[in-house]
């Protein structure tokens, strides 16, 4: 909750004092909470996990997976409404597509992981990624883009890569 106040004043343009008094309870707040953890039989959250290099890296992947999700579903209405000039039903009708295909592939990626194998839908999953990211690569592979030095998606691949 003092993270939530803390973003909040950092982005209400509250004076330098107001800020400093959050980012103290943020952090106090943050100290008490693992102190706690550490202490208590019954943790909400194991804090040791954090000490694992594996564990924080696939933490990282899994929040950059959410946040591409989440951004694309934000980012692409407010673009159509705002630089395109779009309605706002004409900018969910164009979005509704993607959400379909999720809904359909979540429900057929669970019973996937429940019936046949825990990796299968993992692997496919970045399978996709991957190959969503050459076909990238390759259309934008153009003699204009490479000439004028074009690739923020190449370095993108390469920063995803290990991590996926």
């Not at 999700?69 to 009708?93: C, D, E, H, W, Y």
């Not at 692997?123 to 934008?140: H, K, M, S, Y």
Request: charged share 5%.
């Amino acid at each position: 909750m003092s993270a939530l106040f803390l973003l909040l004043g950092f982005t209400s343009g509250n004076n330098i004092y107001v800020q400093l008094i959050l980012t103290l309870i943020t952090i106090v707040t943050g100290l008490f909470f693992i102190f706690v953890e550490k202490h208590s039989q019954h943790a909400v959250l194991k804090v040791g996990l954090f000490k694992s290099w594996l564990f924080n890296t696939f933490l990282l992947a899994f929040f950059l997976l959410q946040l591409m999700s989440l951004s694309m579903s934000f980012l692409i209405p407010n673009v159509l409404q705002t630089a395109f000039k779009q309605t706002t039903a004409t900018a969910g009708l164009l979005v509704l597509p993607a959400v379909i295909i999720d809904a359909l592939v979540s429900a057929f990626a669970g019973i996937t992981y429940d019936k046949v194998n825990q990796k299968l839908p993992i692997i496919f999953g970045v399978a996709i990624i991957l190959l969503t990211f050459i076909i990238t690569i390759i259309v934008q592979c153009t003699p204009a883009n490479i000439k004028n030095e074009h690739w923020p998606t190449f370095y993108l691949l390469l920063f995803l890569e290990p991590v996926g």
